[in-house]
């Protein structure tokens, strides 16, 4: 096996209850092979998406700090990832951050986590929102939904099924903003649903398609994106990487309906990540 150490800062949420952001992140990547360092924007008891009462602790003040401490014991990261974020001025923290742990050999990976079904999210405000934009414009690679896609391009949010041409051009205009890829997530062409990516660098887009399954799954999106970013840090080019994830959250996906009772709990990917991790191994072997 050839083995190249890899490391990653994840800047997501954490929900003690409810699998999303870093308690989807980090299994996976770790998964992956990759050695996951977990800053947390804010902690829950559980995440907001059907449960009620909840508590919540912002914790926006210790993002720079934790990151100078970070810094002062000589943390270096591969990638740095971010996702859901609270508010505008973690917006701005974060790209304190990865201006401070960027490099050239370094990854900027962002999930404009803004809203889903043609809406943003309650939590987003306008300064939010811009700060999110900002954070797009200087990543590496971005990975929204097309409800996010249609806000960072100022465009009108399309309710159904999708020419190809129709994507193609989204994800050429949202390389135009300033990453030099970019991964479009719950794609819904042909009858099947996935994701389609496209490199500025080599002008290719690829379609990822699987077979819907009915409903909404919580933490699928950080599902993908984290496997995603796990195949990118493993050598993968972006095309490779998102077929990776399409099909590993179509299988979770698959697992969770028939297993779940209740699916505010979040996908349970548990059982399927040695397969993951044998994937990865087998890739980085061959590589």
């Known amino acids: 096996m050839i083995y190249k150490p890899m490391s990653c800062a ?59 401490h970070w810094k ?21 923290a974060v790209a304190g951050i990865f201006r401070m742990f960027g490099g050239e050999d370094v990854l900027v990976f962002v999930d404009p986590v803004l809203g889903d079904g043609g809406r943003l ?12 934009k900002e954070l797009c414009r200087g990543a ?32 050429r205009d949202l390389c135009a903003l300033g990453p030099g890829r970019a991964v479009l997530t719950g794609v819904r062409v042909e009858g099947l649903l996935g994701a389609a990516c496209y490199d500025a660098r080599s002008r290719e887009t690829h379609f990822w398609l699987k077979e819907e399954i009915p409903g909404s799954y919580h933490g699928t999106g950080d599902l993908f994106s984290s496997t995603l970013l796990g195949g990118l840090l493993n050598g993968m080019d972006l095309s490779g990487a998102c077929r990776v994830a399409v099909d590993f959250t179509h299988k979770v996906i698959e697992t969770t309906r028939r297993y779940s009772p209740d699916i505010r709990f979040g996908p349970k990917f548990e059982v399927h990540l ?11 072997a061959g590589a």
Do not use: W
């Open 140 to 171: 590496d690679v971005i990975a929204p939904n097309l409800t996010e896609a249609a806000f960072l391009l100022d465009a009108p949010y399309v309710d159904g099924p999708l020419e190809r041409p129709a994507v193609e051009a989204m994800l």
């Open 121 to 132: 999210y309650a939590t987003i405000t306008p300064a939010l929102a811009q700060g999110m």
């Open 72 to 92: 002062s014991v000589g943390c270096r990261f591969s990638a740095l990832y971010s996702g859901f974020l609270g508010s505008a001025e973690q917006t701005g």
């Open 10 to 68: 994840a800047i997501h949420d954490l929900s003690g209850v409810g699998k999303c952001s870093l308690t989807v992140a980090l299994p996976v990547l770790s998964a992956c092979g990759v050695e996951a360092s977990a800053m947390p924007t804010a902690v829950l008891s559980t995440h907001t998406g059907g449960f009620t009462g909840f508590t919540y602790r912002d914790l926006t003040e210790d993002l720079l700090p934790m990151a100078e």
């Open 274 to 284: 040695p397969e993951l991790a044998r994937l990865m191994e087998k890739f980085r």
